[in-house]
């Protein structure tokens, strides 16, 4: 199905108008993915965009990754209005399916992963209120990070510099939300230090969706030795009781987008949710440290990380035993307590072949955790969303080796770069619980995943590239938990992929920009939701899938002090061999055949005051791979954004105002893919508003 015209309006206006003369040319931004080595975005044959410190900052509440990610094309970043699980991201499609958290697309902050071993991350543990920049990459290169890599989102933190300073954020908005940041930063006797502290708070949009959120953070950098630079991180997250509003049915949604589902099996309170019956919410404490060594000699550079921390989460879910067999039942409250660990080392070498330059890094990354996890009743005689009787117990571990080896070559008006992976992970679990059967057992997967990309400087305002990779994607561990007919799901294969893209980037001037890809992506052994109900979800290897897509992301400046973003992503996802029921030709759940985001700002030429009008734009989603059910709605919806700032002696004060869904649309934010009891759709909120008011000191 089309968008409807109304729904790109504002995107179609910026776009037409972004062609027009500019100011000033944006300054150059270097990044490290894809290649290793360092590049600007123009110079790498590869779909990565930039989202700098400026964009993550742009009168946001600095809480969801989301906030900063709706500008990249290619990506799509929903806000699932449920901070108990996570952020629903895809990139190309990859990750659609997740009913939590991020699978299909590798997670980085600074150096360390946010991604465990088995493919599944975690973007709350960003800290956004220091990030400095955010890498996205997208297509063929992404598999040079492995397993899940189906796109890789890295965040950059800023170093601490210069006098030391002191700033503090409040922002307050709609249904309840008001957040408070205390961060300080400096450098002195050659040591670099960032300090940040946040509580966030919200009664939520949905009912039963109220959270609050605790992020603490430090960083210190130094250089030990000449040419050596050595990075400290340790971030904390803690959410107790996050509520979780569960999804909706269609007609549940239709009568109130903000309303829970009604409990049918509920007769003494008909009118009492699930989610309020079983008291649906996840607890979650997370803490990590982890180091990196940066050594260069000449041209050559050596790079060690290591890493560790510690991840405990307790869930409530709305089901018990009553509704389940003895026999596939574990139990509706989740408790585990994970150890994570893992190291990087690579060596990267300069030399000269054949007239060029020649930069080869050879590395090897491992990964490791283990799970102590335990599942209980969710009731105690006849009270719902309490922990019960024991029904699950066992230690699940996972741990990935990946050795790999990039090089690159630039000669003239060439860039040819290469990278080979290989990539084992090994999965076992050890069952104490044998009251019903014994689940003990492991799998291994292993797969090496090739790619080559070459890019062509046409001219001075014009690079042509193509690249071509093999992917993969191993069950995380979540997948692998339940078979759908009791026990664990050993029979689970990975799946692979062919991926192709060609593209262009060019200069129009020097103040307006294009990058365009083309691409297709042909997966075999698709991991499809076999079933899902009340929080937990089953999987099975489907047939093969083909996407077929174009991104095109198109920057302005004008003047005075105008400039435009436009991001436009076309994507056709699609079953090229049914399965089942599913026919050939059907639509691949949760992804949008069309996707676009535009952005039409002023700012003054002092940088005091600045405002913008954004567009964020979807085509209708399906909800499962029959394509049989009301698919979610194709949708529009219109920000706006206003700032000042003002300096005073040692400090600086900035204040900003947001309103967002300024028409108040209704839509459908997210969905909760292939859902048994056809509870798909999580609503997107209404009109909303949005203050906050920083102070920074410099000492």
């Given at each position: 199905m089309k968008l409807h015209p109304s729904h790109l309006h504002a995107a179609a206006v910026l776009c037409v108008t972004g062609f027009a003369a500019a100011a000033e040319e944006p300054p150059e931004v270097v990044v490290v993915s894809a290649?290793?080595?360092?590049?600007?975005?123009?110079?790498?044959?590869?779909?990565?965009?930039?989202?700098?410190?400026?964009?993550?900052?742009?009168?946001?509440?600095?809480?969801?990754?989301?906030?900063?990610?709706?500008?990249?094309?290619?990506?799509?970043?929903?806000?699932?209005?449920?901070?108990?699980?996570?952020?629903?991201?895809?990139?190309?499609?990859?990750?659609?399916?997740?009913?939590?958290?991020?699978?299909?697309?590798?997670?980085?902050?600074?150096g360390i992963p946010a991604?465990?071993?088995?493919?599944?991350?975690?973007?709350?543990?960003?800290?956004?209120?220091?990030?400095?920049?955010?890498?996205?990459?997208?297509?063929?290169?992404?598999?040079?990070?492995?397993?899940?890599?189906?796109?890789?989102?890295?965040?950059?933190?800023?170093?601490?510099?210069?006098?030391?300073?002191?700033?503090?954020?409040?922002?307050?908005?709609?249904?309840?939300?008001r957040k408070a940041d205390v961060n300080a930063q400096g450098k002195q006797a050659g040591i670099g230090y960032v300090l940040d502290a946040s509580r966030f708070e919200t009664d939520g949009y949905r009912a039963h969706s109220a959270a609050t959120r605790d992020q603490a953070y430090a960083k210190l950098t130094l250089a030990p030795a000449d040419g050596a630079k050595l990075s400290i991180v340790?971030?904390?997250?803690?959410?107790?009781?996050?509520?979780?509003?569960?999804?909706?049915?269609?007609?549940?949604?239709?009568?109130?987008?903000?309303?829970?589902?009604?409990?049918?099996?509920?007769?003494?309170?008909?009118?009492?949710t699930?989610?309020?019956r079983y008291n649906t919410r996840k607890s979650i404490d997370h803490q990590q440290i982890g180091a990196s060594w940066e050594q260069r000699l000449g041209d050559d550079r050596l790079h060690l990380t290591a890493y560790g921390g510690n991840r405990q989460v307790v869930q409530y879910q709305a089901f018990s035993k009553?509704?389940?067999?003895p026999s596939t039942h574990s139990g509706g409250v989740v408790d585990f307590d994970r150890d994570f660990y893992g190291a990087d080392a690579n060596w990267l070498h300069v030399s000269q072949l054949a007239g060029g330059k020649l930069s080869t890094t050879v590395g090897v990354e491992y990964g490791h955790s283990t799970d102590a996890r335990k599942g209980y009743e969710n009731f105690i005689g006849a009270q719902f969303g309490v922990k019960g009787q024991l029904r699950r117990d066992e230690n699940d571990n996972v741990s990935s080796l990946d050795p790999y080896i990039q090089t690159e070559w630039q000669s003239g008006a060439w860039m040819l770069s290469a990278g080979l992976r290989h990539s084992s992970v090994r999965i076992s679990v050890d069952d104490r619980f044998l009251a019903n059967g014994n689940d003990s057992g492991g799998l291994d997967y292993s797969h090496t995943t090739p790619a080559l990309g070459l890019l062509y400087r046409w001219s001075p305002e014009l690079n042509l590239y193509a690249s071509a990779a093999r992917g993969f994607e191993t069950p995380t561990l979540n997948e692998?938990?339940?078979?759908?007919?009791?026990?664990?799901?050993?029979?689970?294969?990975?799946?692979?992929?062919?991926?192709?893209?060609?593209?262009?980037?060019?200069?129009?001037?020097?103040?307006?920009?294009?990058?365009?890809?083309?691409?297709?992506?042909?997966?075999?052994?698709?991991?499809?939701?076999?079933?899902?109900?009340?929080?937990?979800?089953?999987?099975r290897n489907a047939s093969s899938t083909l996407r077929q897509g174009l991104e095109l992301s198109l920057d302005s400046s004008w003047s005075p002090g105008l400039s435009t973003r436009v991001a436009l992503t076309t994507l056709r996802a699609v079953y090229d061999k049914g399965y089942g029921l599913v026919q050939e030709g059907s639509r691949v759940p949760g992804v949008p055949n069309v996707y676009a985001y535009g952005e039409l700002a002023w700012q003054d030429r002092d940088g005091r005051y600045g405002a913008a009008l954004e567009a964020v734009?979807?085509?209708?989603?399906?909800?499962?791979?029959?394509?049989?059910?009301?698919?979610?709605?194709?949708?529009?919806?219109?920000?706006?954004?206003?700032?000042?700032?003002?300096?005073?002696?040692?400090?600086?004060?900035?204040?900003?105002?947001?309103?967002?869904?300024?028409?108040?649309?209704?839509?459908?934010?997210?969905?909760?893919?292939?859902?048994?009891?056809?509870?798909?759709?999580?609503?997107?909120?209404?009109?909303?508003?949005?203050?906050?008011?920083?102070?920074?000191?410099?000492?």
């Open positions: 290649t290793r080595v360092g590049h600007t975005v123009f110079d790498m044959p590869a779909a990565i965009d930039v989202v700098d410190a400026d964009r993550i900052h742009a009168s946001q509440a600095l809480v969801n990754a989301s906030e900063a990610l709706a500008a990249v094309p290619g990506l799509v970043a929903q806000n699932r209005q449920n901070y108990a699980q996570d952020l629903q991201i895809s990139s190309r499609g990859f990750g659609a399916r997740s009913t939590f958290g991020v699978r299909g697309v590798r997670l980085i902050a600074d991604s465990m071993p088995d493919g599944q991350g975690q973007a709350a543990t960003f800290n956004l209120d220091i990030a400095e920049r955010i890498e996205v990459l997208r297509g063929p290169f992404s598999a040079i990070y492995g397993n899940h890599s189906g796109g890789v989102i890295q965040l950059f933190t800023r170093d601490g510099d210069g006098a030391p300073s002191l700033e503090t954020t409040l922002t307050a908005g709609s249904y309840g939300s340790a971030n904390a997250l803690r959410q107790d009781d996050t509520q979780d509003p569960l999804g909706a049915t269609w007609a549940s949604y239709q009568r109130d987008p903000r309303a829970g589902e009604i409990d049918a099996t509920d007769t003494q309170s008909p009118k009492r699930l989610a309020d009553a509704f389940q067999a692998l938990f339940y078979s759908g007919v009791g026990g664990f799901n050993f029979n689970l294969r990975a799946a692979e992929s062919t991926h192709l893209e060609t593209g262009l980037k060019t200069r129009l001037n020097e103040r307006t920009r294009i990058n365009a890809a083309i691409f297709q992506v042909r997966t075999s052994d698709e991991l499809v939701v076999d079933s899902s109900s009340g929080g937990r979800t089953s999987y734009a979807s085509s209708r989603i399906y909800a499962e791979d029959v394509n049989a059910d009301q698919p979610a709605p194709g949708y529009g919806v219109l920000n706006a954004r206003a700032s000042a700032s003002q300096q005073w002696r040692g400090w600086r004060f900035k204040q900003f105002a947001r309103l967002n869904n300024l028409l108040d649309k209704q839509y459908v934010g997210s969905l909760i893919v292939g859902d048994t009891n056809k509870r798909y759709y999580e609503a997107g909120p209404g009109r909303n508003w949005l203050l906050g008011a920083s102070a920074q000191y410099r000492f």
